[in-house]
């Protein structure tokens, strides 16, 4: 069992990158674990990366290299294309956020705009349903639902627009050249079926969800092959807070982890609190889990470089009121924003940062007011916020949208905010938290679910449902600079970052059979640790 191949599943990073221009959490964690994986010289001869094979239930070898370039096409990274630290890029993939439909949407009055973008979600939703269709016609076999398949492409492909998400059982040539589409060049369909032995591991870092037929995949691969199947949960948020995701994910998510969940041997999460969920769900869902959810400790910040150094030149940035290629207004000096770096959705609370900047513009003069920068893209069930905030006129610029941003955008927003904020309601883990505190930042959140994990004795807490405490914690903030940024200094003392190789080597200590884990972490290990130790002394991480 020491030396069983490890085969990672990829496929869900090229589905999202083929939606989405950048990165989330999710997909930045499941980089660096593979990242991780791939170097580290202890199983670098034991890891291999799957995608899903066009036109049967099994997995097609890639080449490491392919995630490198998927991860610069999403990052903007300069080690697109190349091997770690070759410098060499690779030819983007054009994005969402670049499209033509796009382009035309920020430059229509909001009347005109907001049913545009009305149409383009729902033409993308039409396009997955489709591609779901042509999943269950491909797997179901037999010449006649093939060819229906093989005739769903060009309806798949023009029904769900740039962002359709291409599924593997459509097989070669649905989308030719595309970041989304079925395994490349590097691919060899036939390494999984041919090397893979009884005890090798099947591990899953990412979101697979978005396959329908998964658990099939799974069962076969268990039952054939003698594999034993290994998955990373983040979350359980559609299962335990479905008011805060779109209807039909919720129902996705359900049927999928219902099937999947059963049979999982060693089943990871990234926080105590995410494994106390998958407990609590189990029971209330009648079923039982294989195995205890284990946690890993989650690495911090970016691997790509170090953070930039205090009084970095500001970055031209565009203010949410701006369409974008129009007049372009700079950020703000460092030490004059706030910042919250999050997909703007419902369940990150960005109404009540909304909230207390307009209760602060009422009561203090504009000078004293930090700006408010919101840095991620606009998710679902925020359109009243947003809404809002334009009628706000954005607080007469007190509040910045950056949408979308790079990762040398993210790089100077942390380096030069005063403090960060982080209000949601629910979390898996907090990566922009521990982001925060690798930049020597203070941060501003709540405490619910994980954050207190990630946040430790270095962050202040704050309960998300009440916008005065919240209010209050923030202002004084505001009004104390001094000791605000004796707060930052204390952050930079005693943050201890944890390193991407220590949550890859906590991967593969839960993939080791039970005695054999439990009697080496008795032994030499430590109980993880997520959150920063009190008086501990430390570099900055990146």
């Known amino acids: 069992m020491l030396d069983s191949k490890i085969w990672v599943d990829v496929e869900d990073l090229f589905q999202y990158a083929a939606a989405n221009p950048r990165p989330s959490g999710i997909q930045r964690i499941e980089f660096e674990l593979c990242r991780a994986l791939a170097t580290l010289p202890e199983c670098r001869e034991r890891v291999r990366f799957v995608r899903h094979a066009p036109t049967q239930q099994s997995f097609a070898s890639i080449a490491y290299a392919e995630l490198e370039r998927l991860h610069g096409q999403l990052t903007g990274s300069q080690r697109a294309g190349g091997s770690r630290g070759s410098g060499k890029r690779g030819k983007p ?124 995949i799974v069962e076969k691969a268990q039952r054939t092959r003698g594999l034993r199947f290994s998955l990373l949960v983040y979350d359980i948020i559609p299962l335990r807070r479905p008011e805060w995701c779109d209807h039909n994910l919720v129902l996705r998510f359900r049927e999928w982890t219902g099937a999947i969940f059963p049979l999982v041997d060693v089943l990871l999460t990234i926080s105590e609190a995410s494994a106390r969920d998958l407990e609590l769900d189990a029971k209330r869902a009648g079923y039982s889990l294989r195995s205890t959810p284990r946690p890993i400790p989650i690495g911090t910040g970016f691997s790509d470089a170090a953070p930039p150094a205090a009084g970095t030149p500001t970055i031209p940035l565009t203010y949410g009121r701006t369409a974008p290629g129009e007049t372009e207004r700079s950020l703000p000096p460092p030490g004059s924003y706030a910042l919250i770096v999050s997909t703007i959705e419902a369940r990150k609370n960005h109404m009540l940062l909304f909230r207390v900047w307009r209760r602060m513009a009422e009561e203090m003069p504009p000078d004293r007011i930090p700006t408010l920068v919101f840095a991620g893209r606009v998710g679902w069930l925020v359109s009243d916020l947003m809404q809002q905030i334009r009628n706000a006129d954005y607080l007469d610029g007190k509040i910045v949208l950056v949408e979308d941003p790079s990762d040398d955008e993210l790089r100077a927003l942390y380096a030069g905010c005063r403090f960060t904020l982080f209000p949601s309601f629910y979390e898996g883990w907090g990566l922009p938290v521990t982001e925060s505190l690798s930049f020597g930042r203070p941060c501003i959140i709540s405490n619910a679910t994980s954050l207190p994990e990630a946040g430790g004795e270095l962050a202040r807490y704050f309960d998300p449902e009440n916008t005065h405490e919240a209010y209050d914690m923030i202002r004084h903030a505001i009004e104390h600079p001094e000791e605000t940024e004796a707060w930052a200094e204390r952050v930079q003392r005693e943050f201890r970052p944890v390193s991407w190789e220590e949550s890859a080597r906590g991967v593969l200590r839960a993939l080791e059979p039970v005695d054999v884990a439990e009697a080496a972490s008795t032994a030499t290990e430590p109980a993880p640790v997520r959150a920063p130790r009190r008086k501990r002394a430390s570099a900055r991480g990146t």
């Open 93 to 216: 993939a054009r994005r969402l956020s670049e499209s033509p439909l796009r382009r035309l949407a920020y430059r229509l009055p909001e009347g005109l705009r907001n049913p545009l973008v009305a149409l383009f979600k729902a033409e993308r939703e039409a396009g997955r349903a489709v591609l779901h269709l042509g999943s269950a016609l491909a797997w179901a076999g037999g010449t006649r639902a093939r060819r229906l398949a093989q005739r769903l492409r060009p309806l798949a492909s023009g029904a769900g627009g740039r962002g359709a998400v291409v599924t593997a059982p459509f097989g070669p040539g649905l989308s030719p050249g595309r970041t989304g589409s079925t395994p490349g060049r590097d691919a060899d369909t036939g390494a999984f079926d041919t090397t893979t032995e009884p005890g090798d591991i099947l591990l899953v870092l990412g979101s697979p969800w978005f396959h329908p037929y998964y658990a099939e």
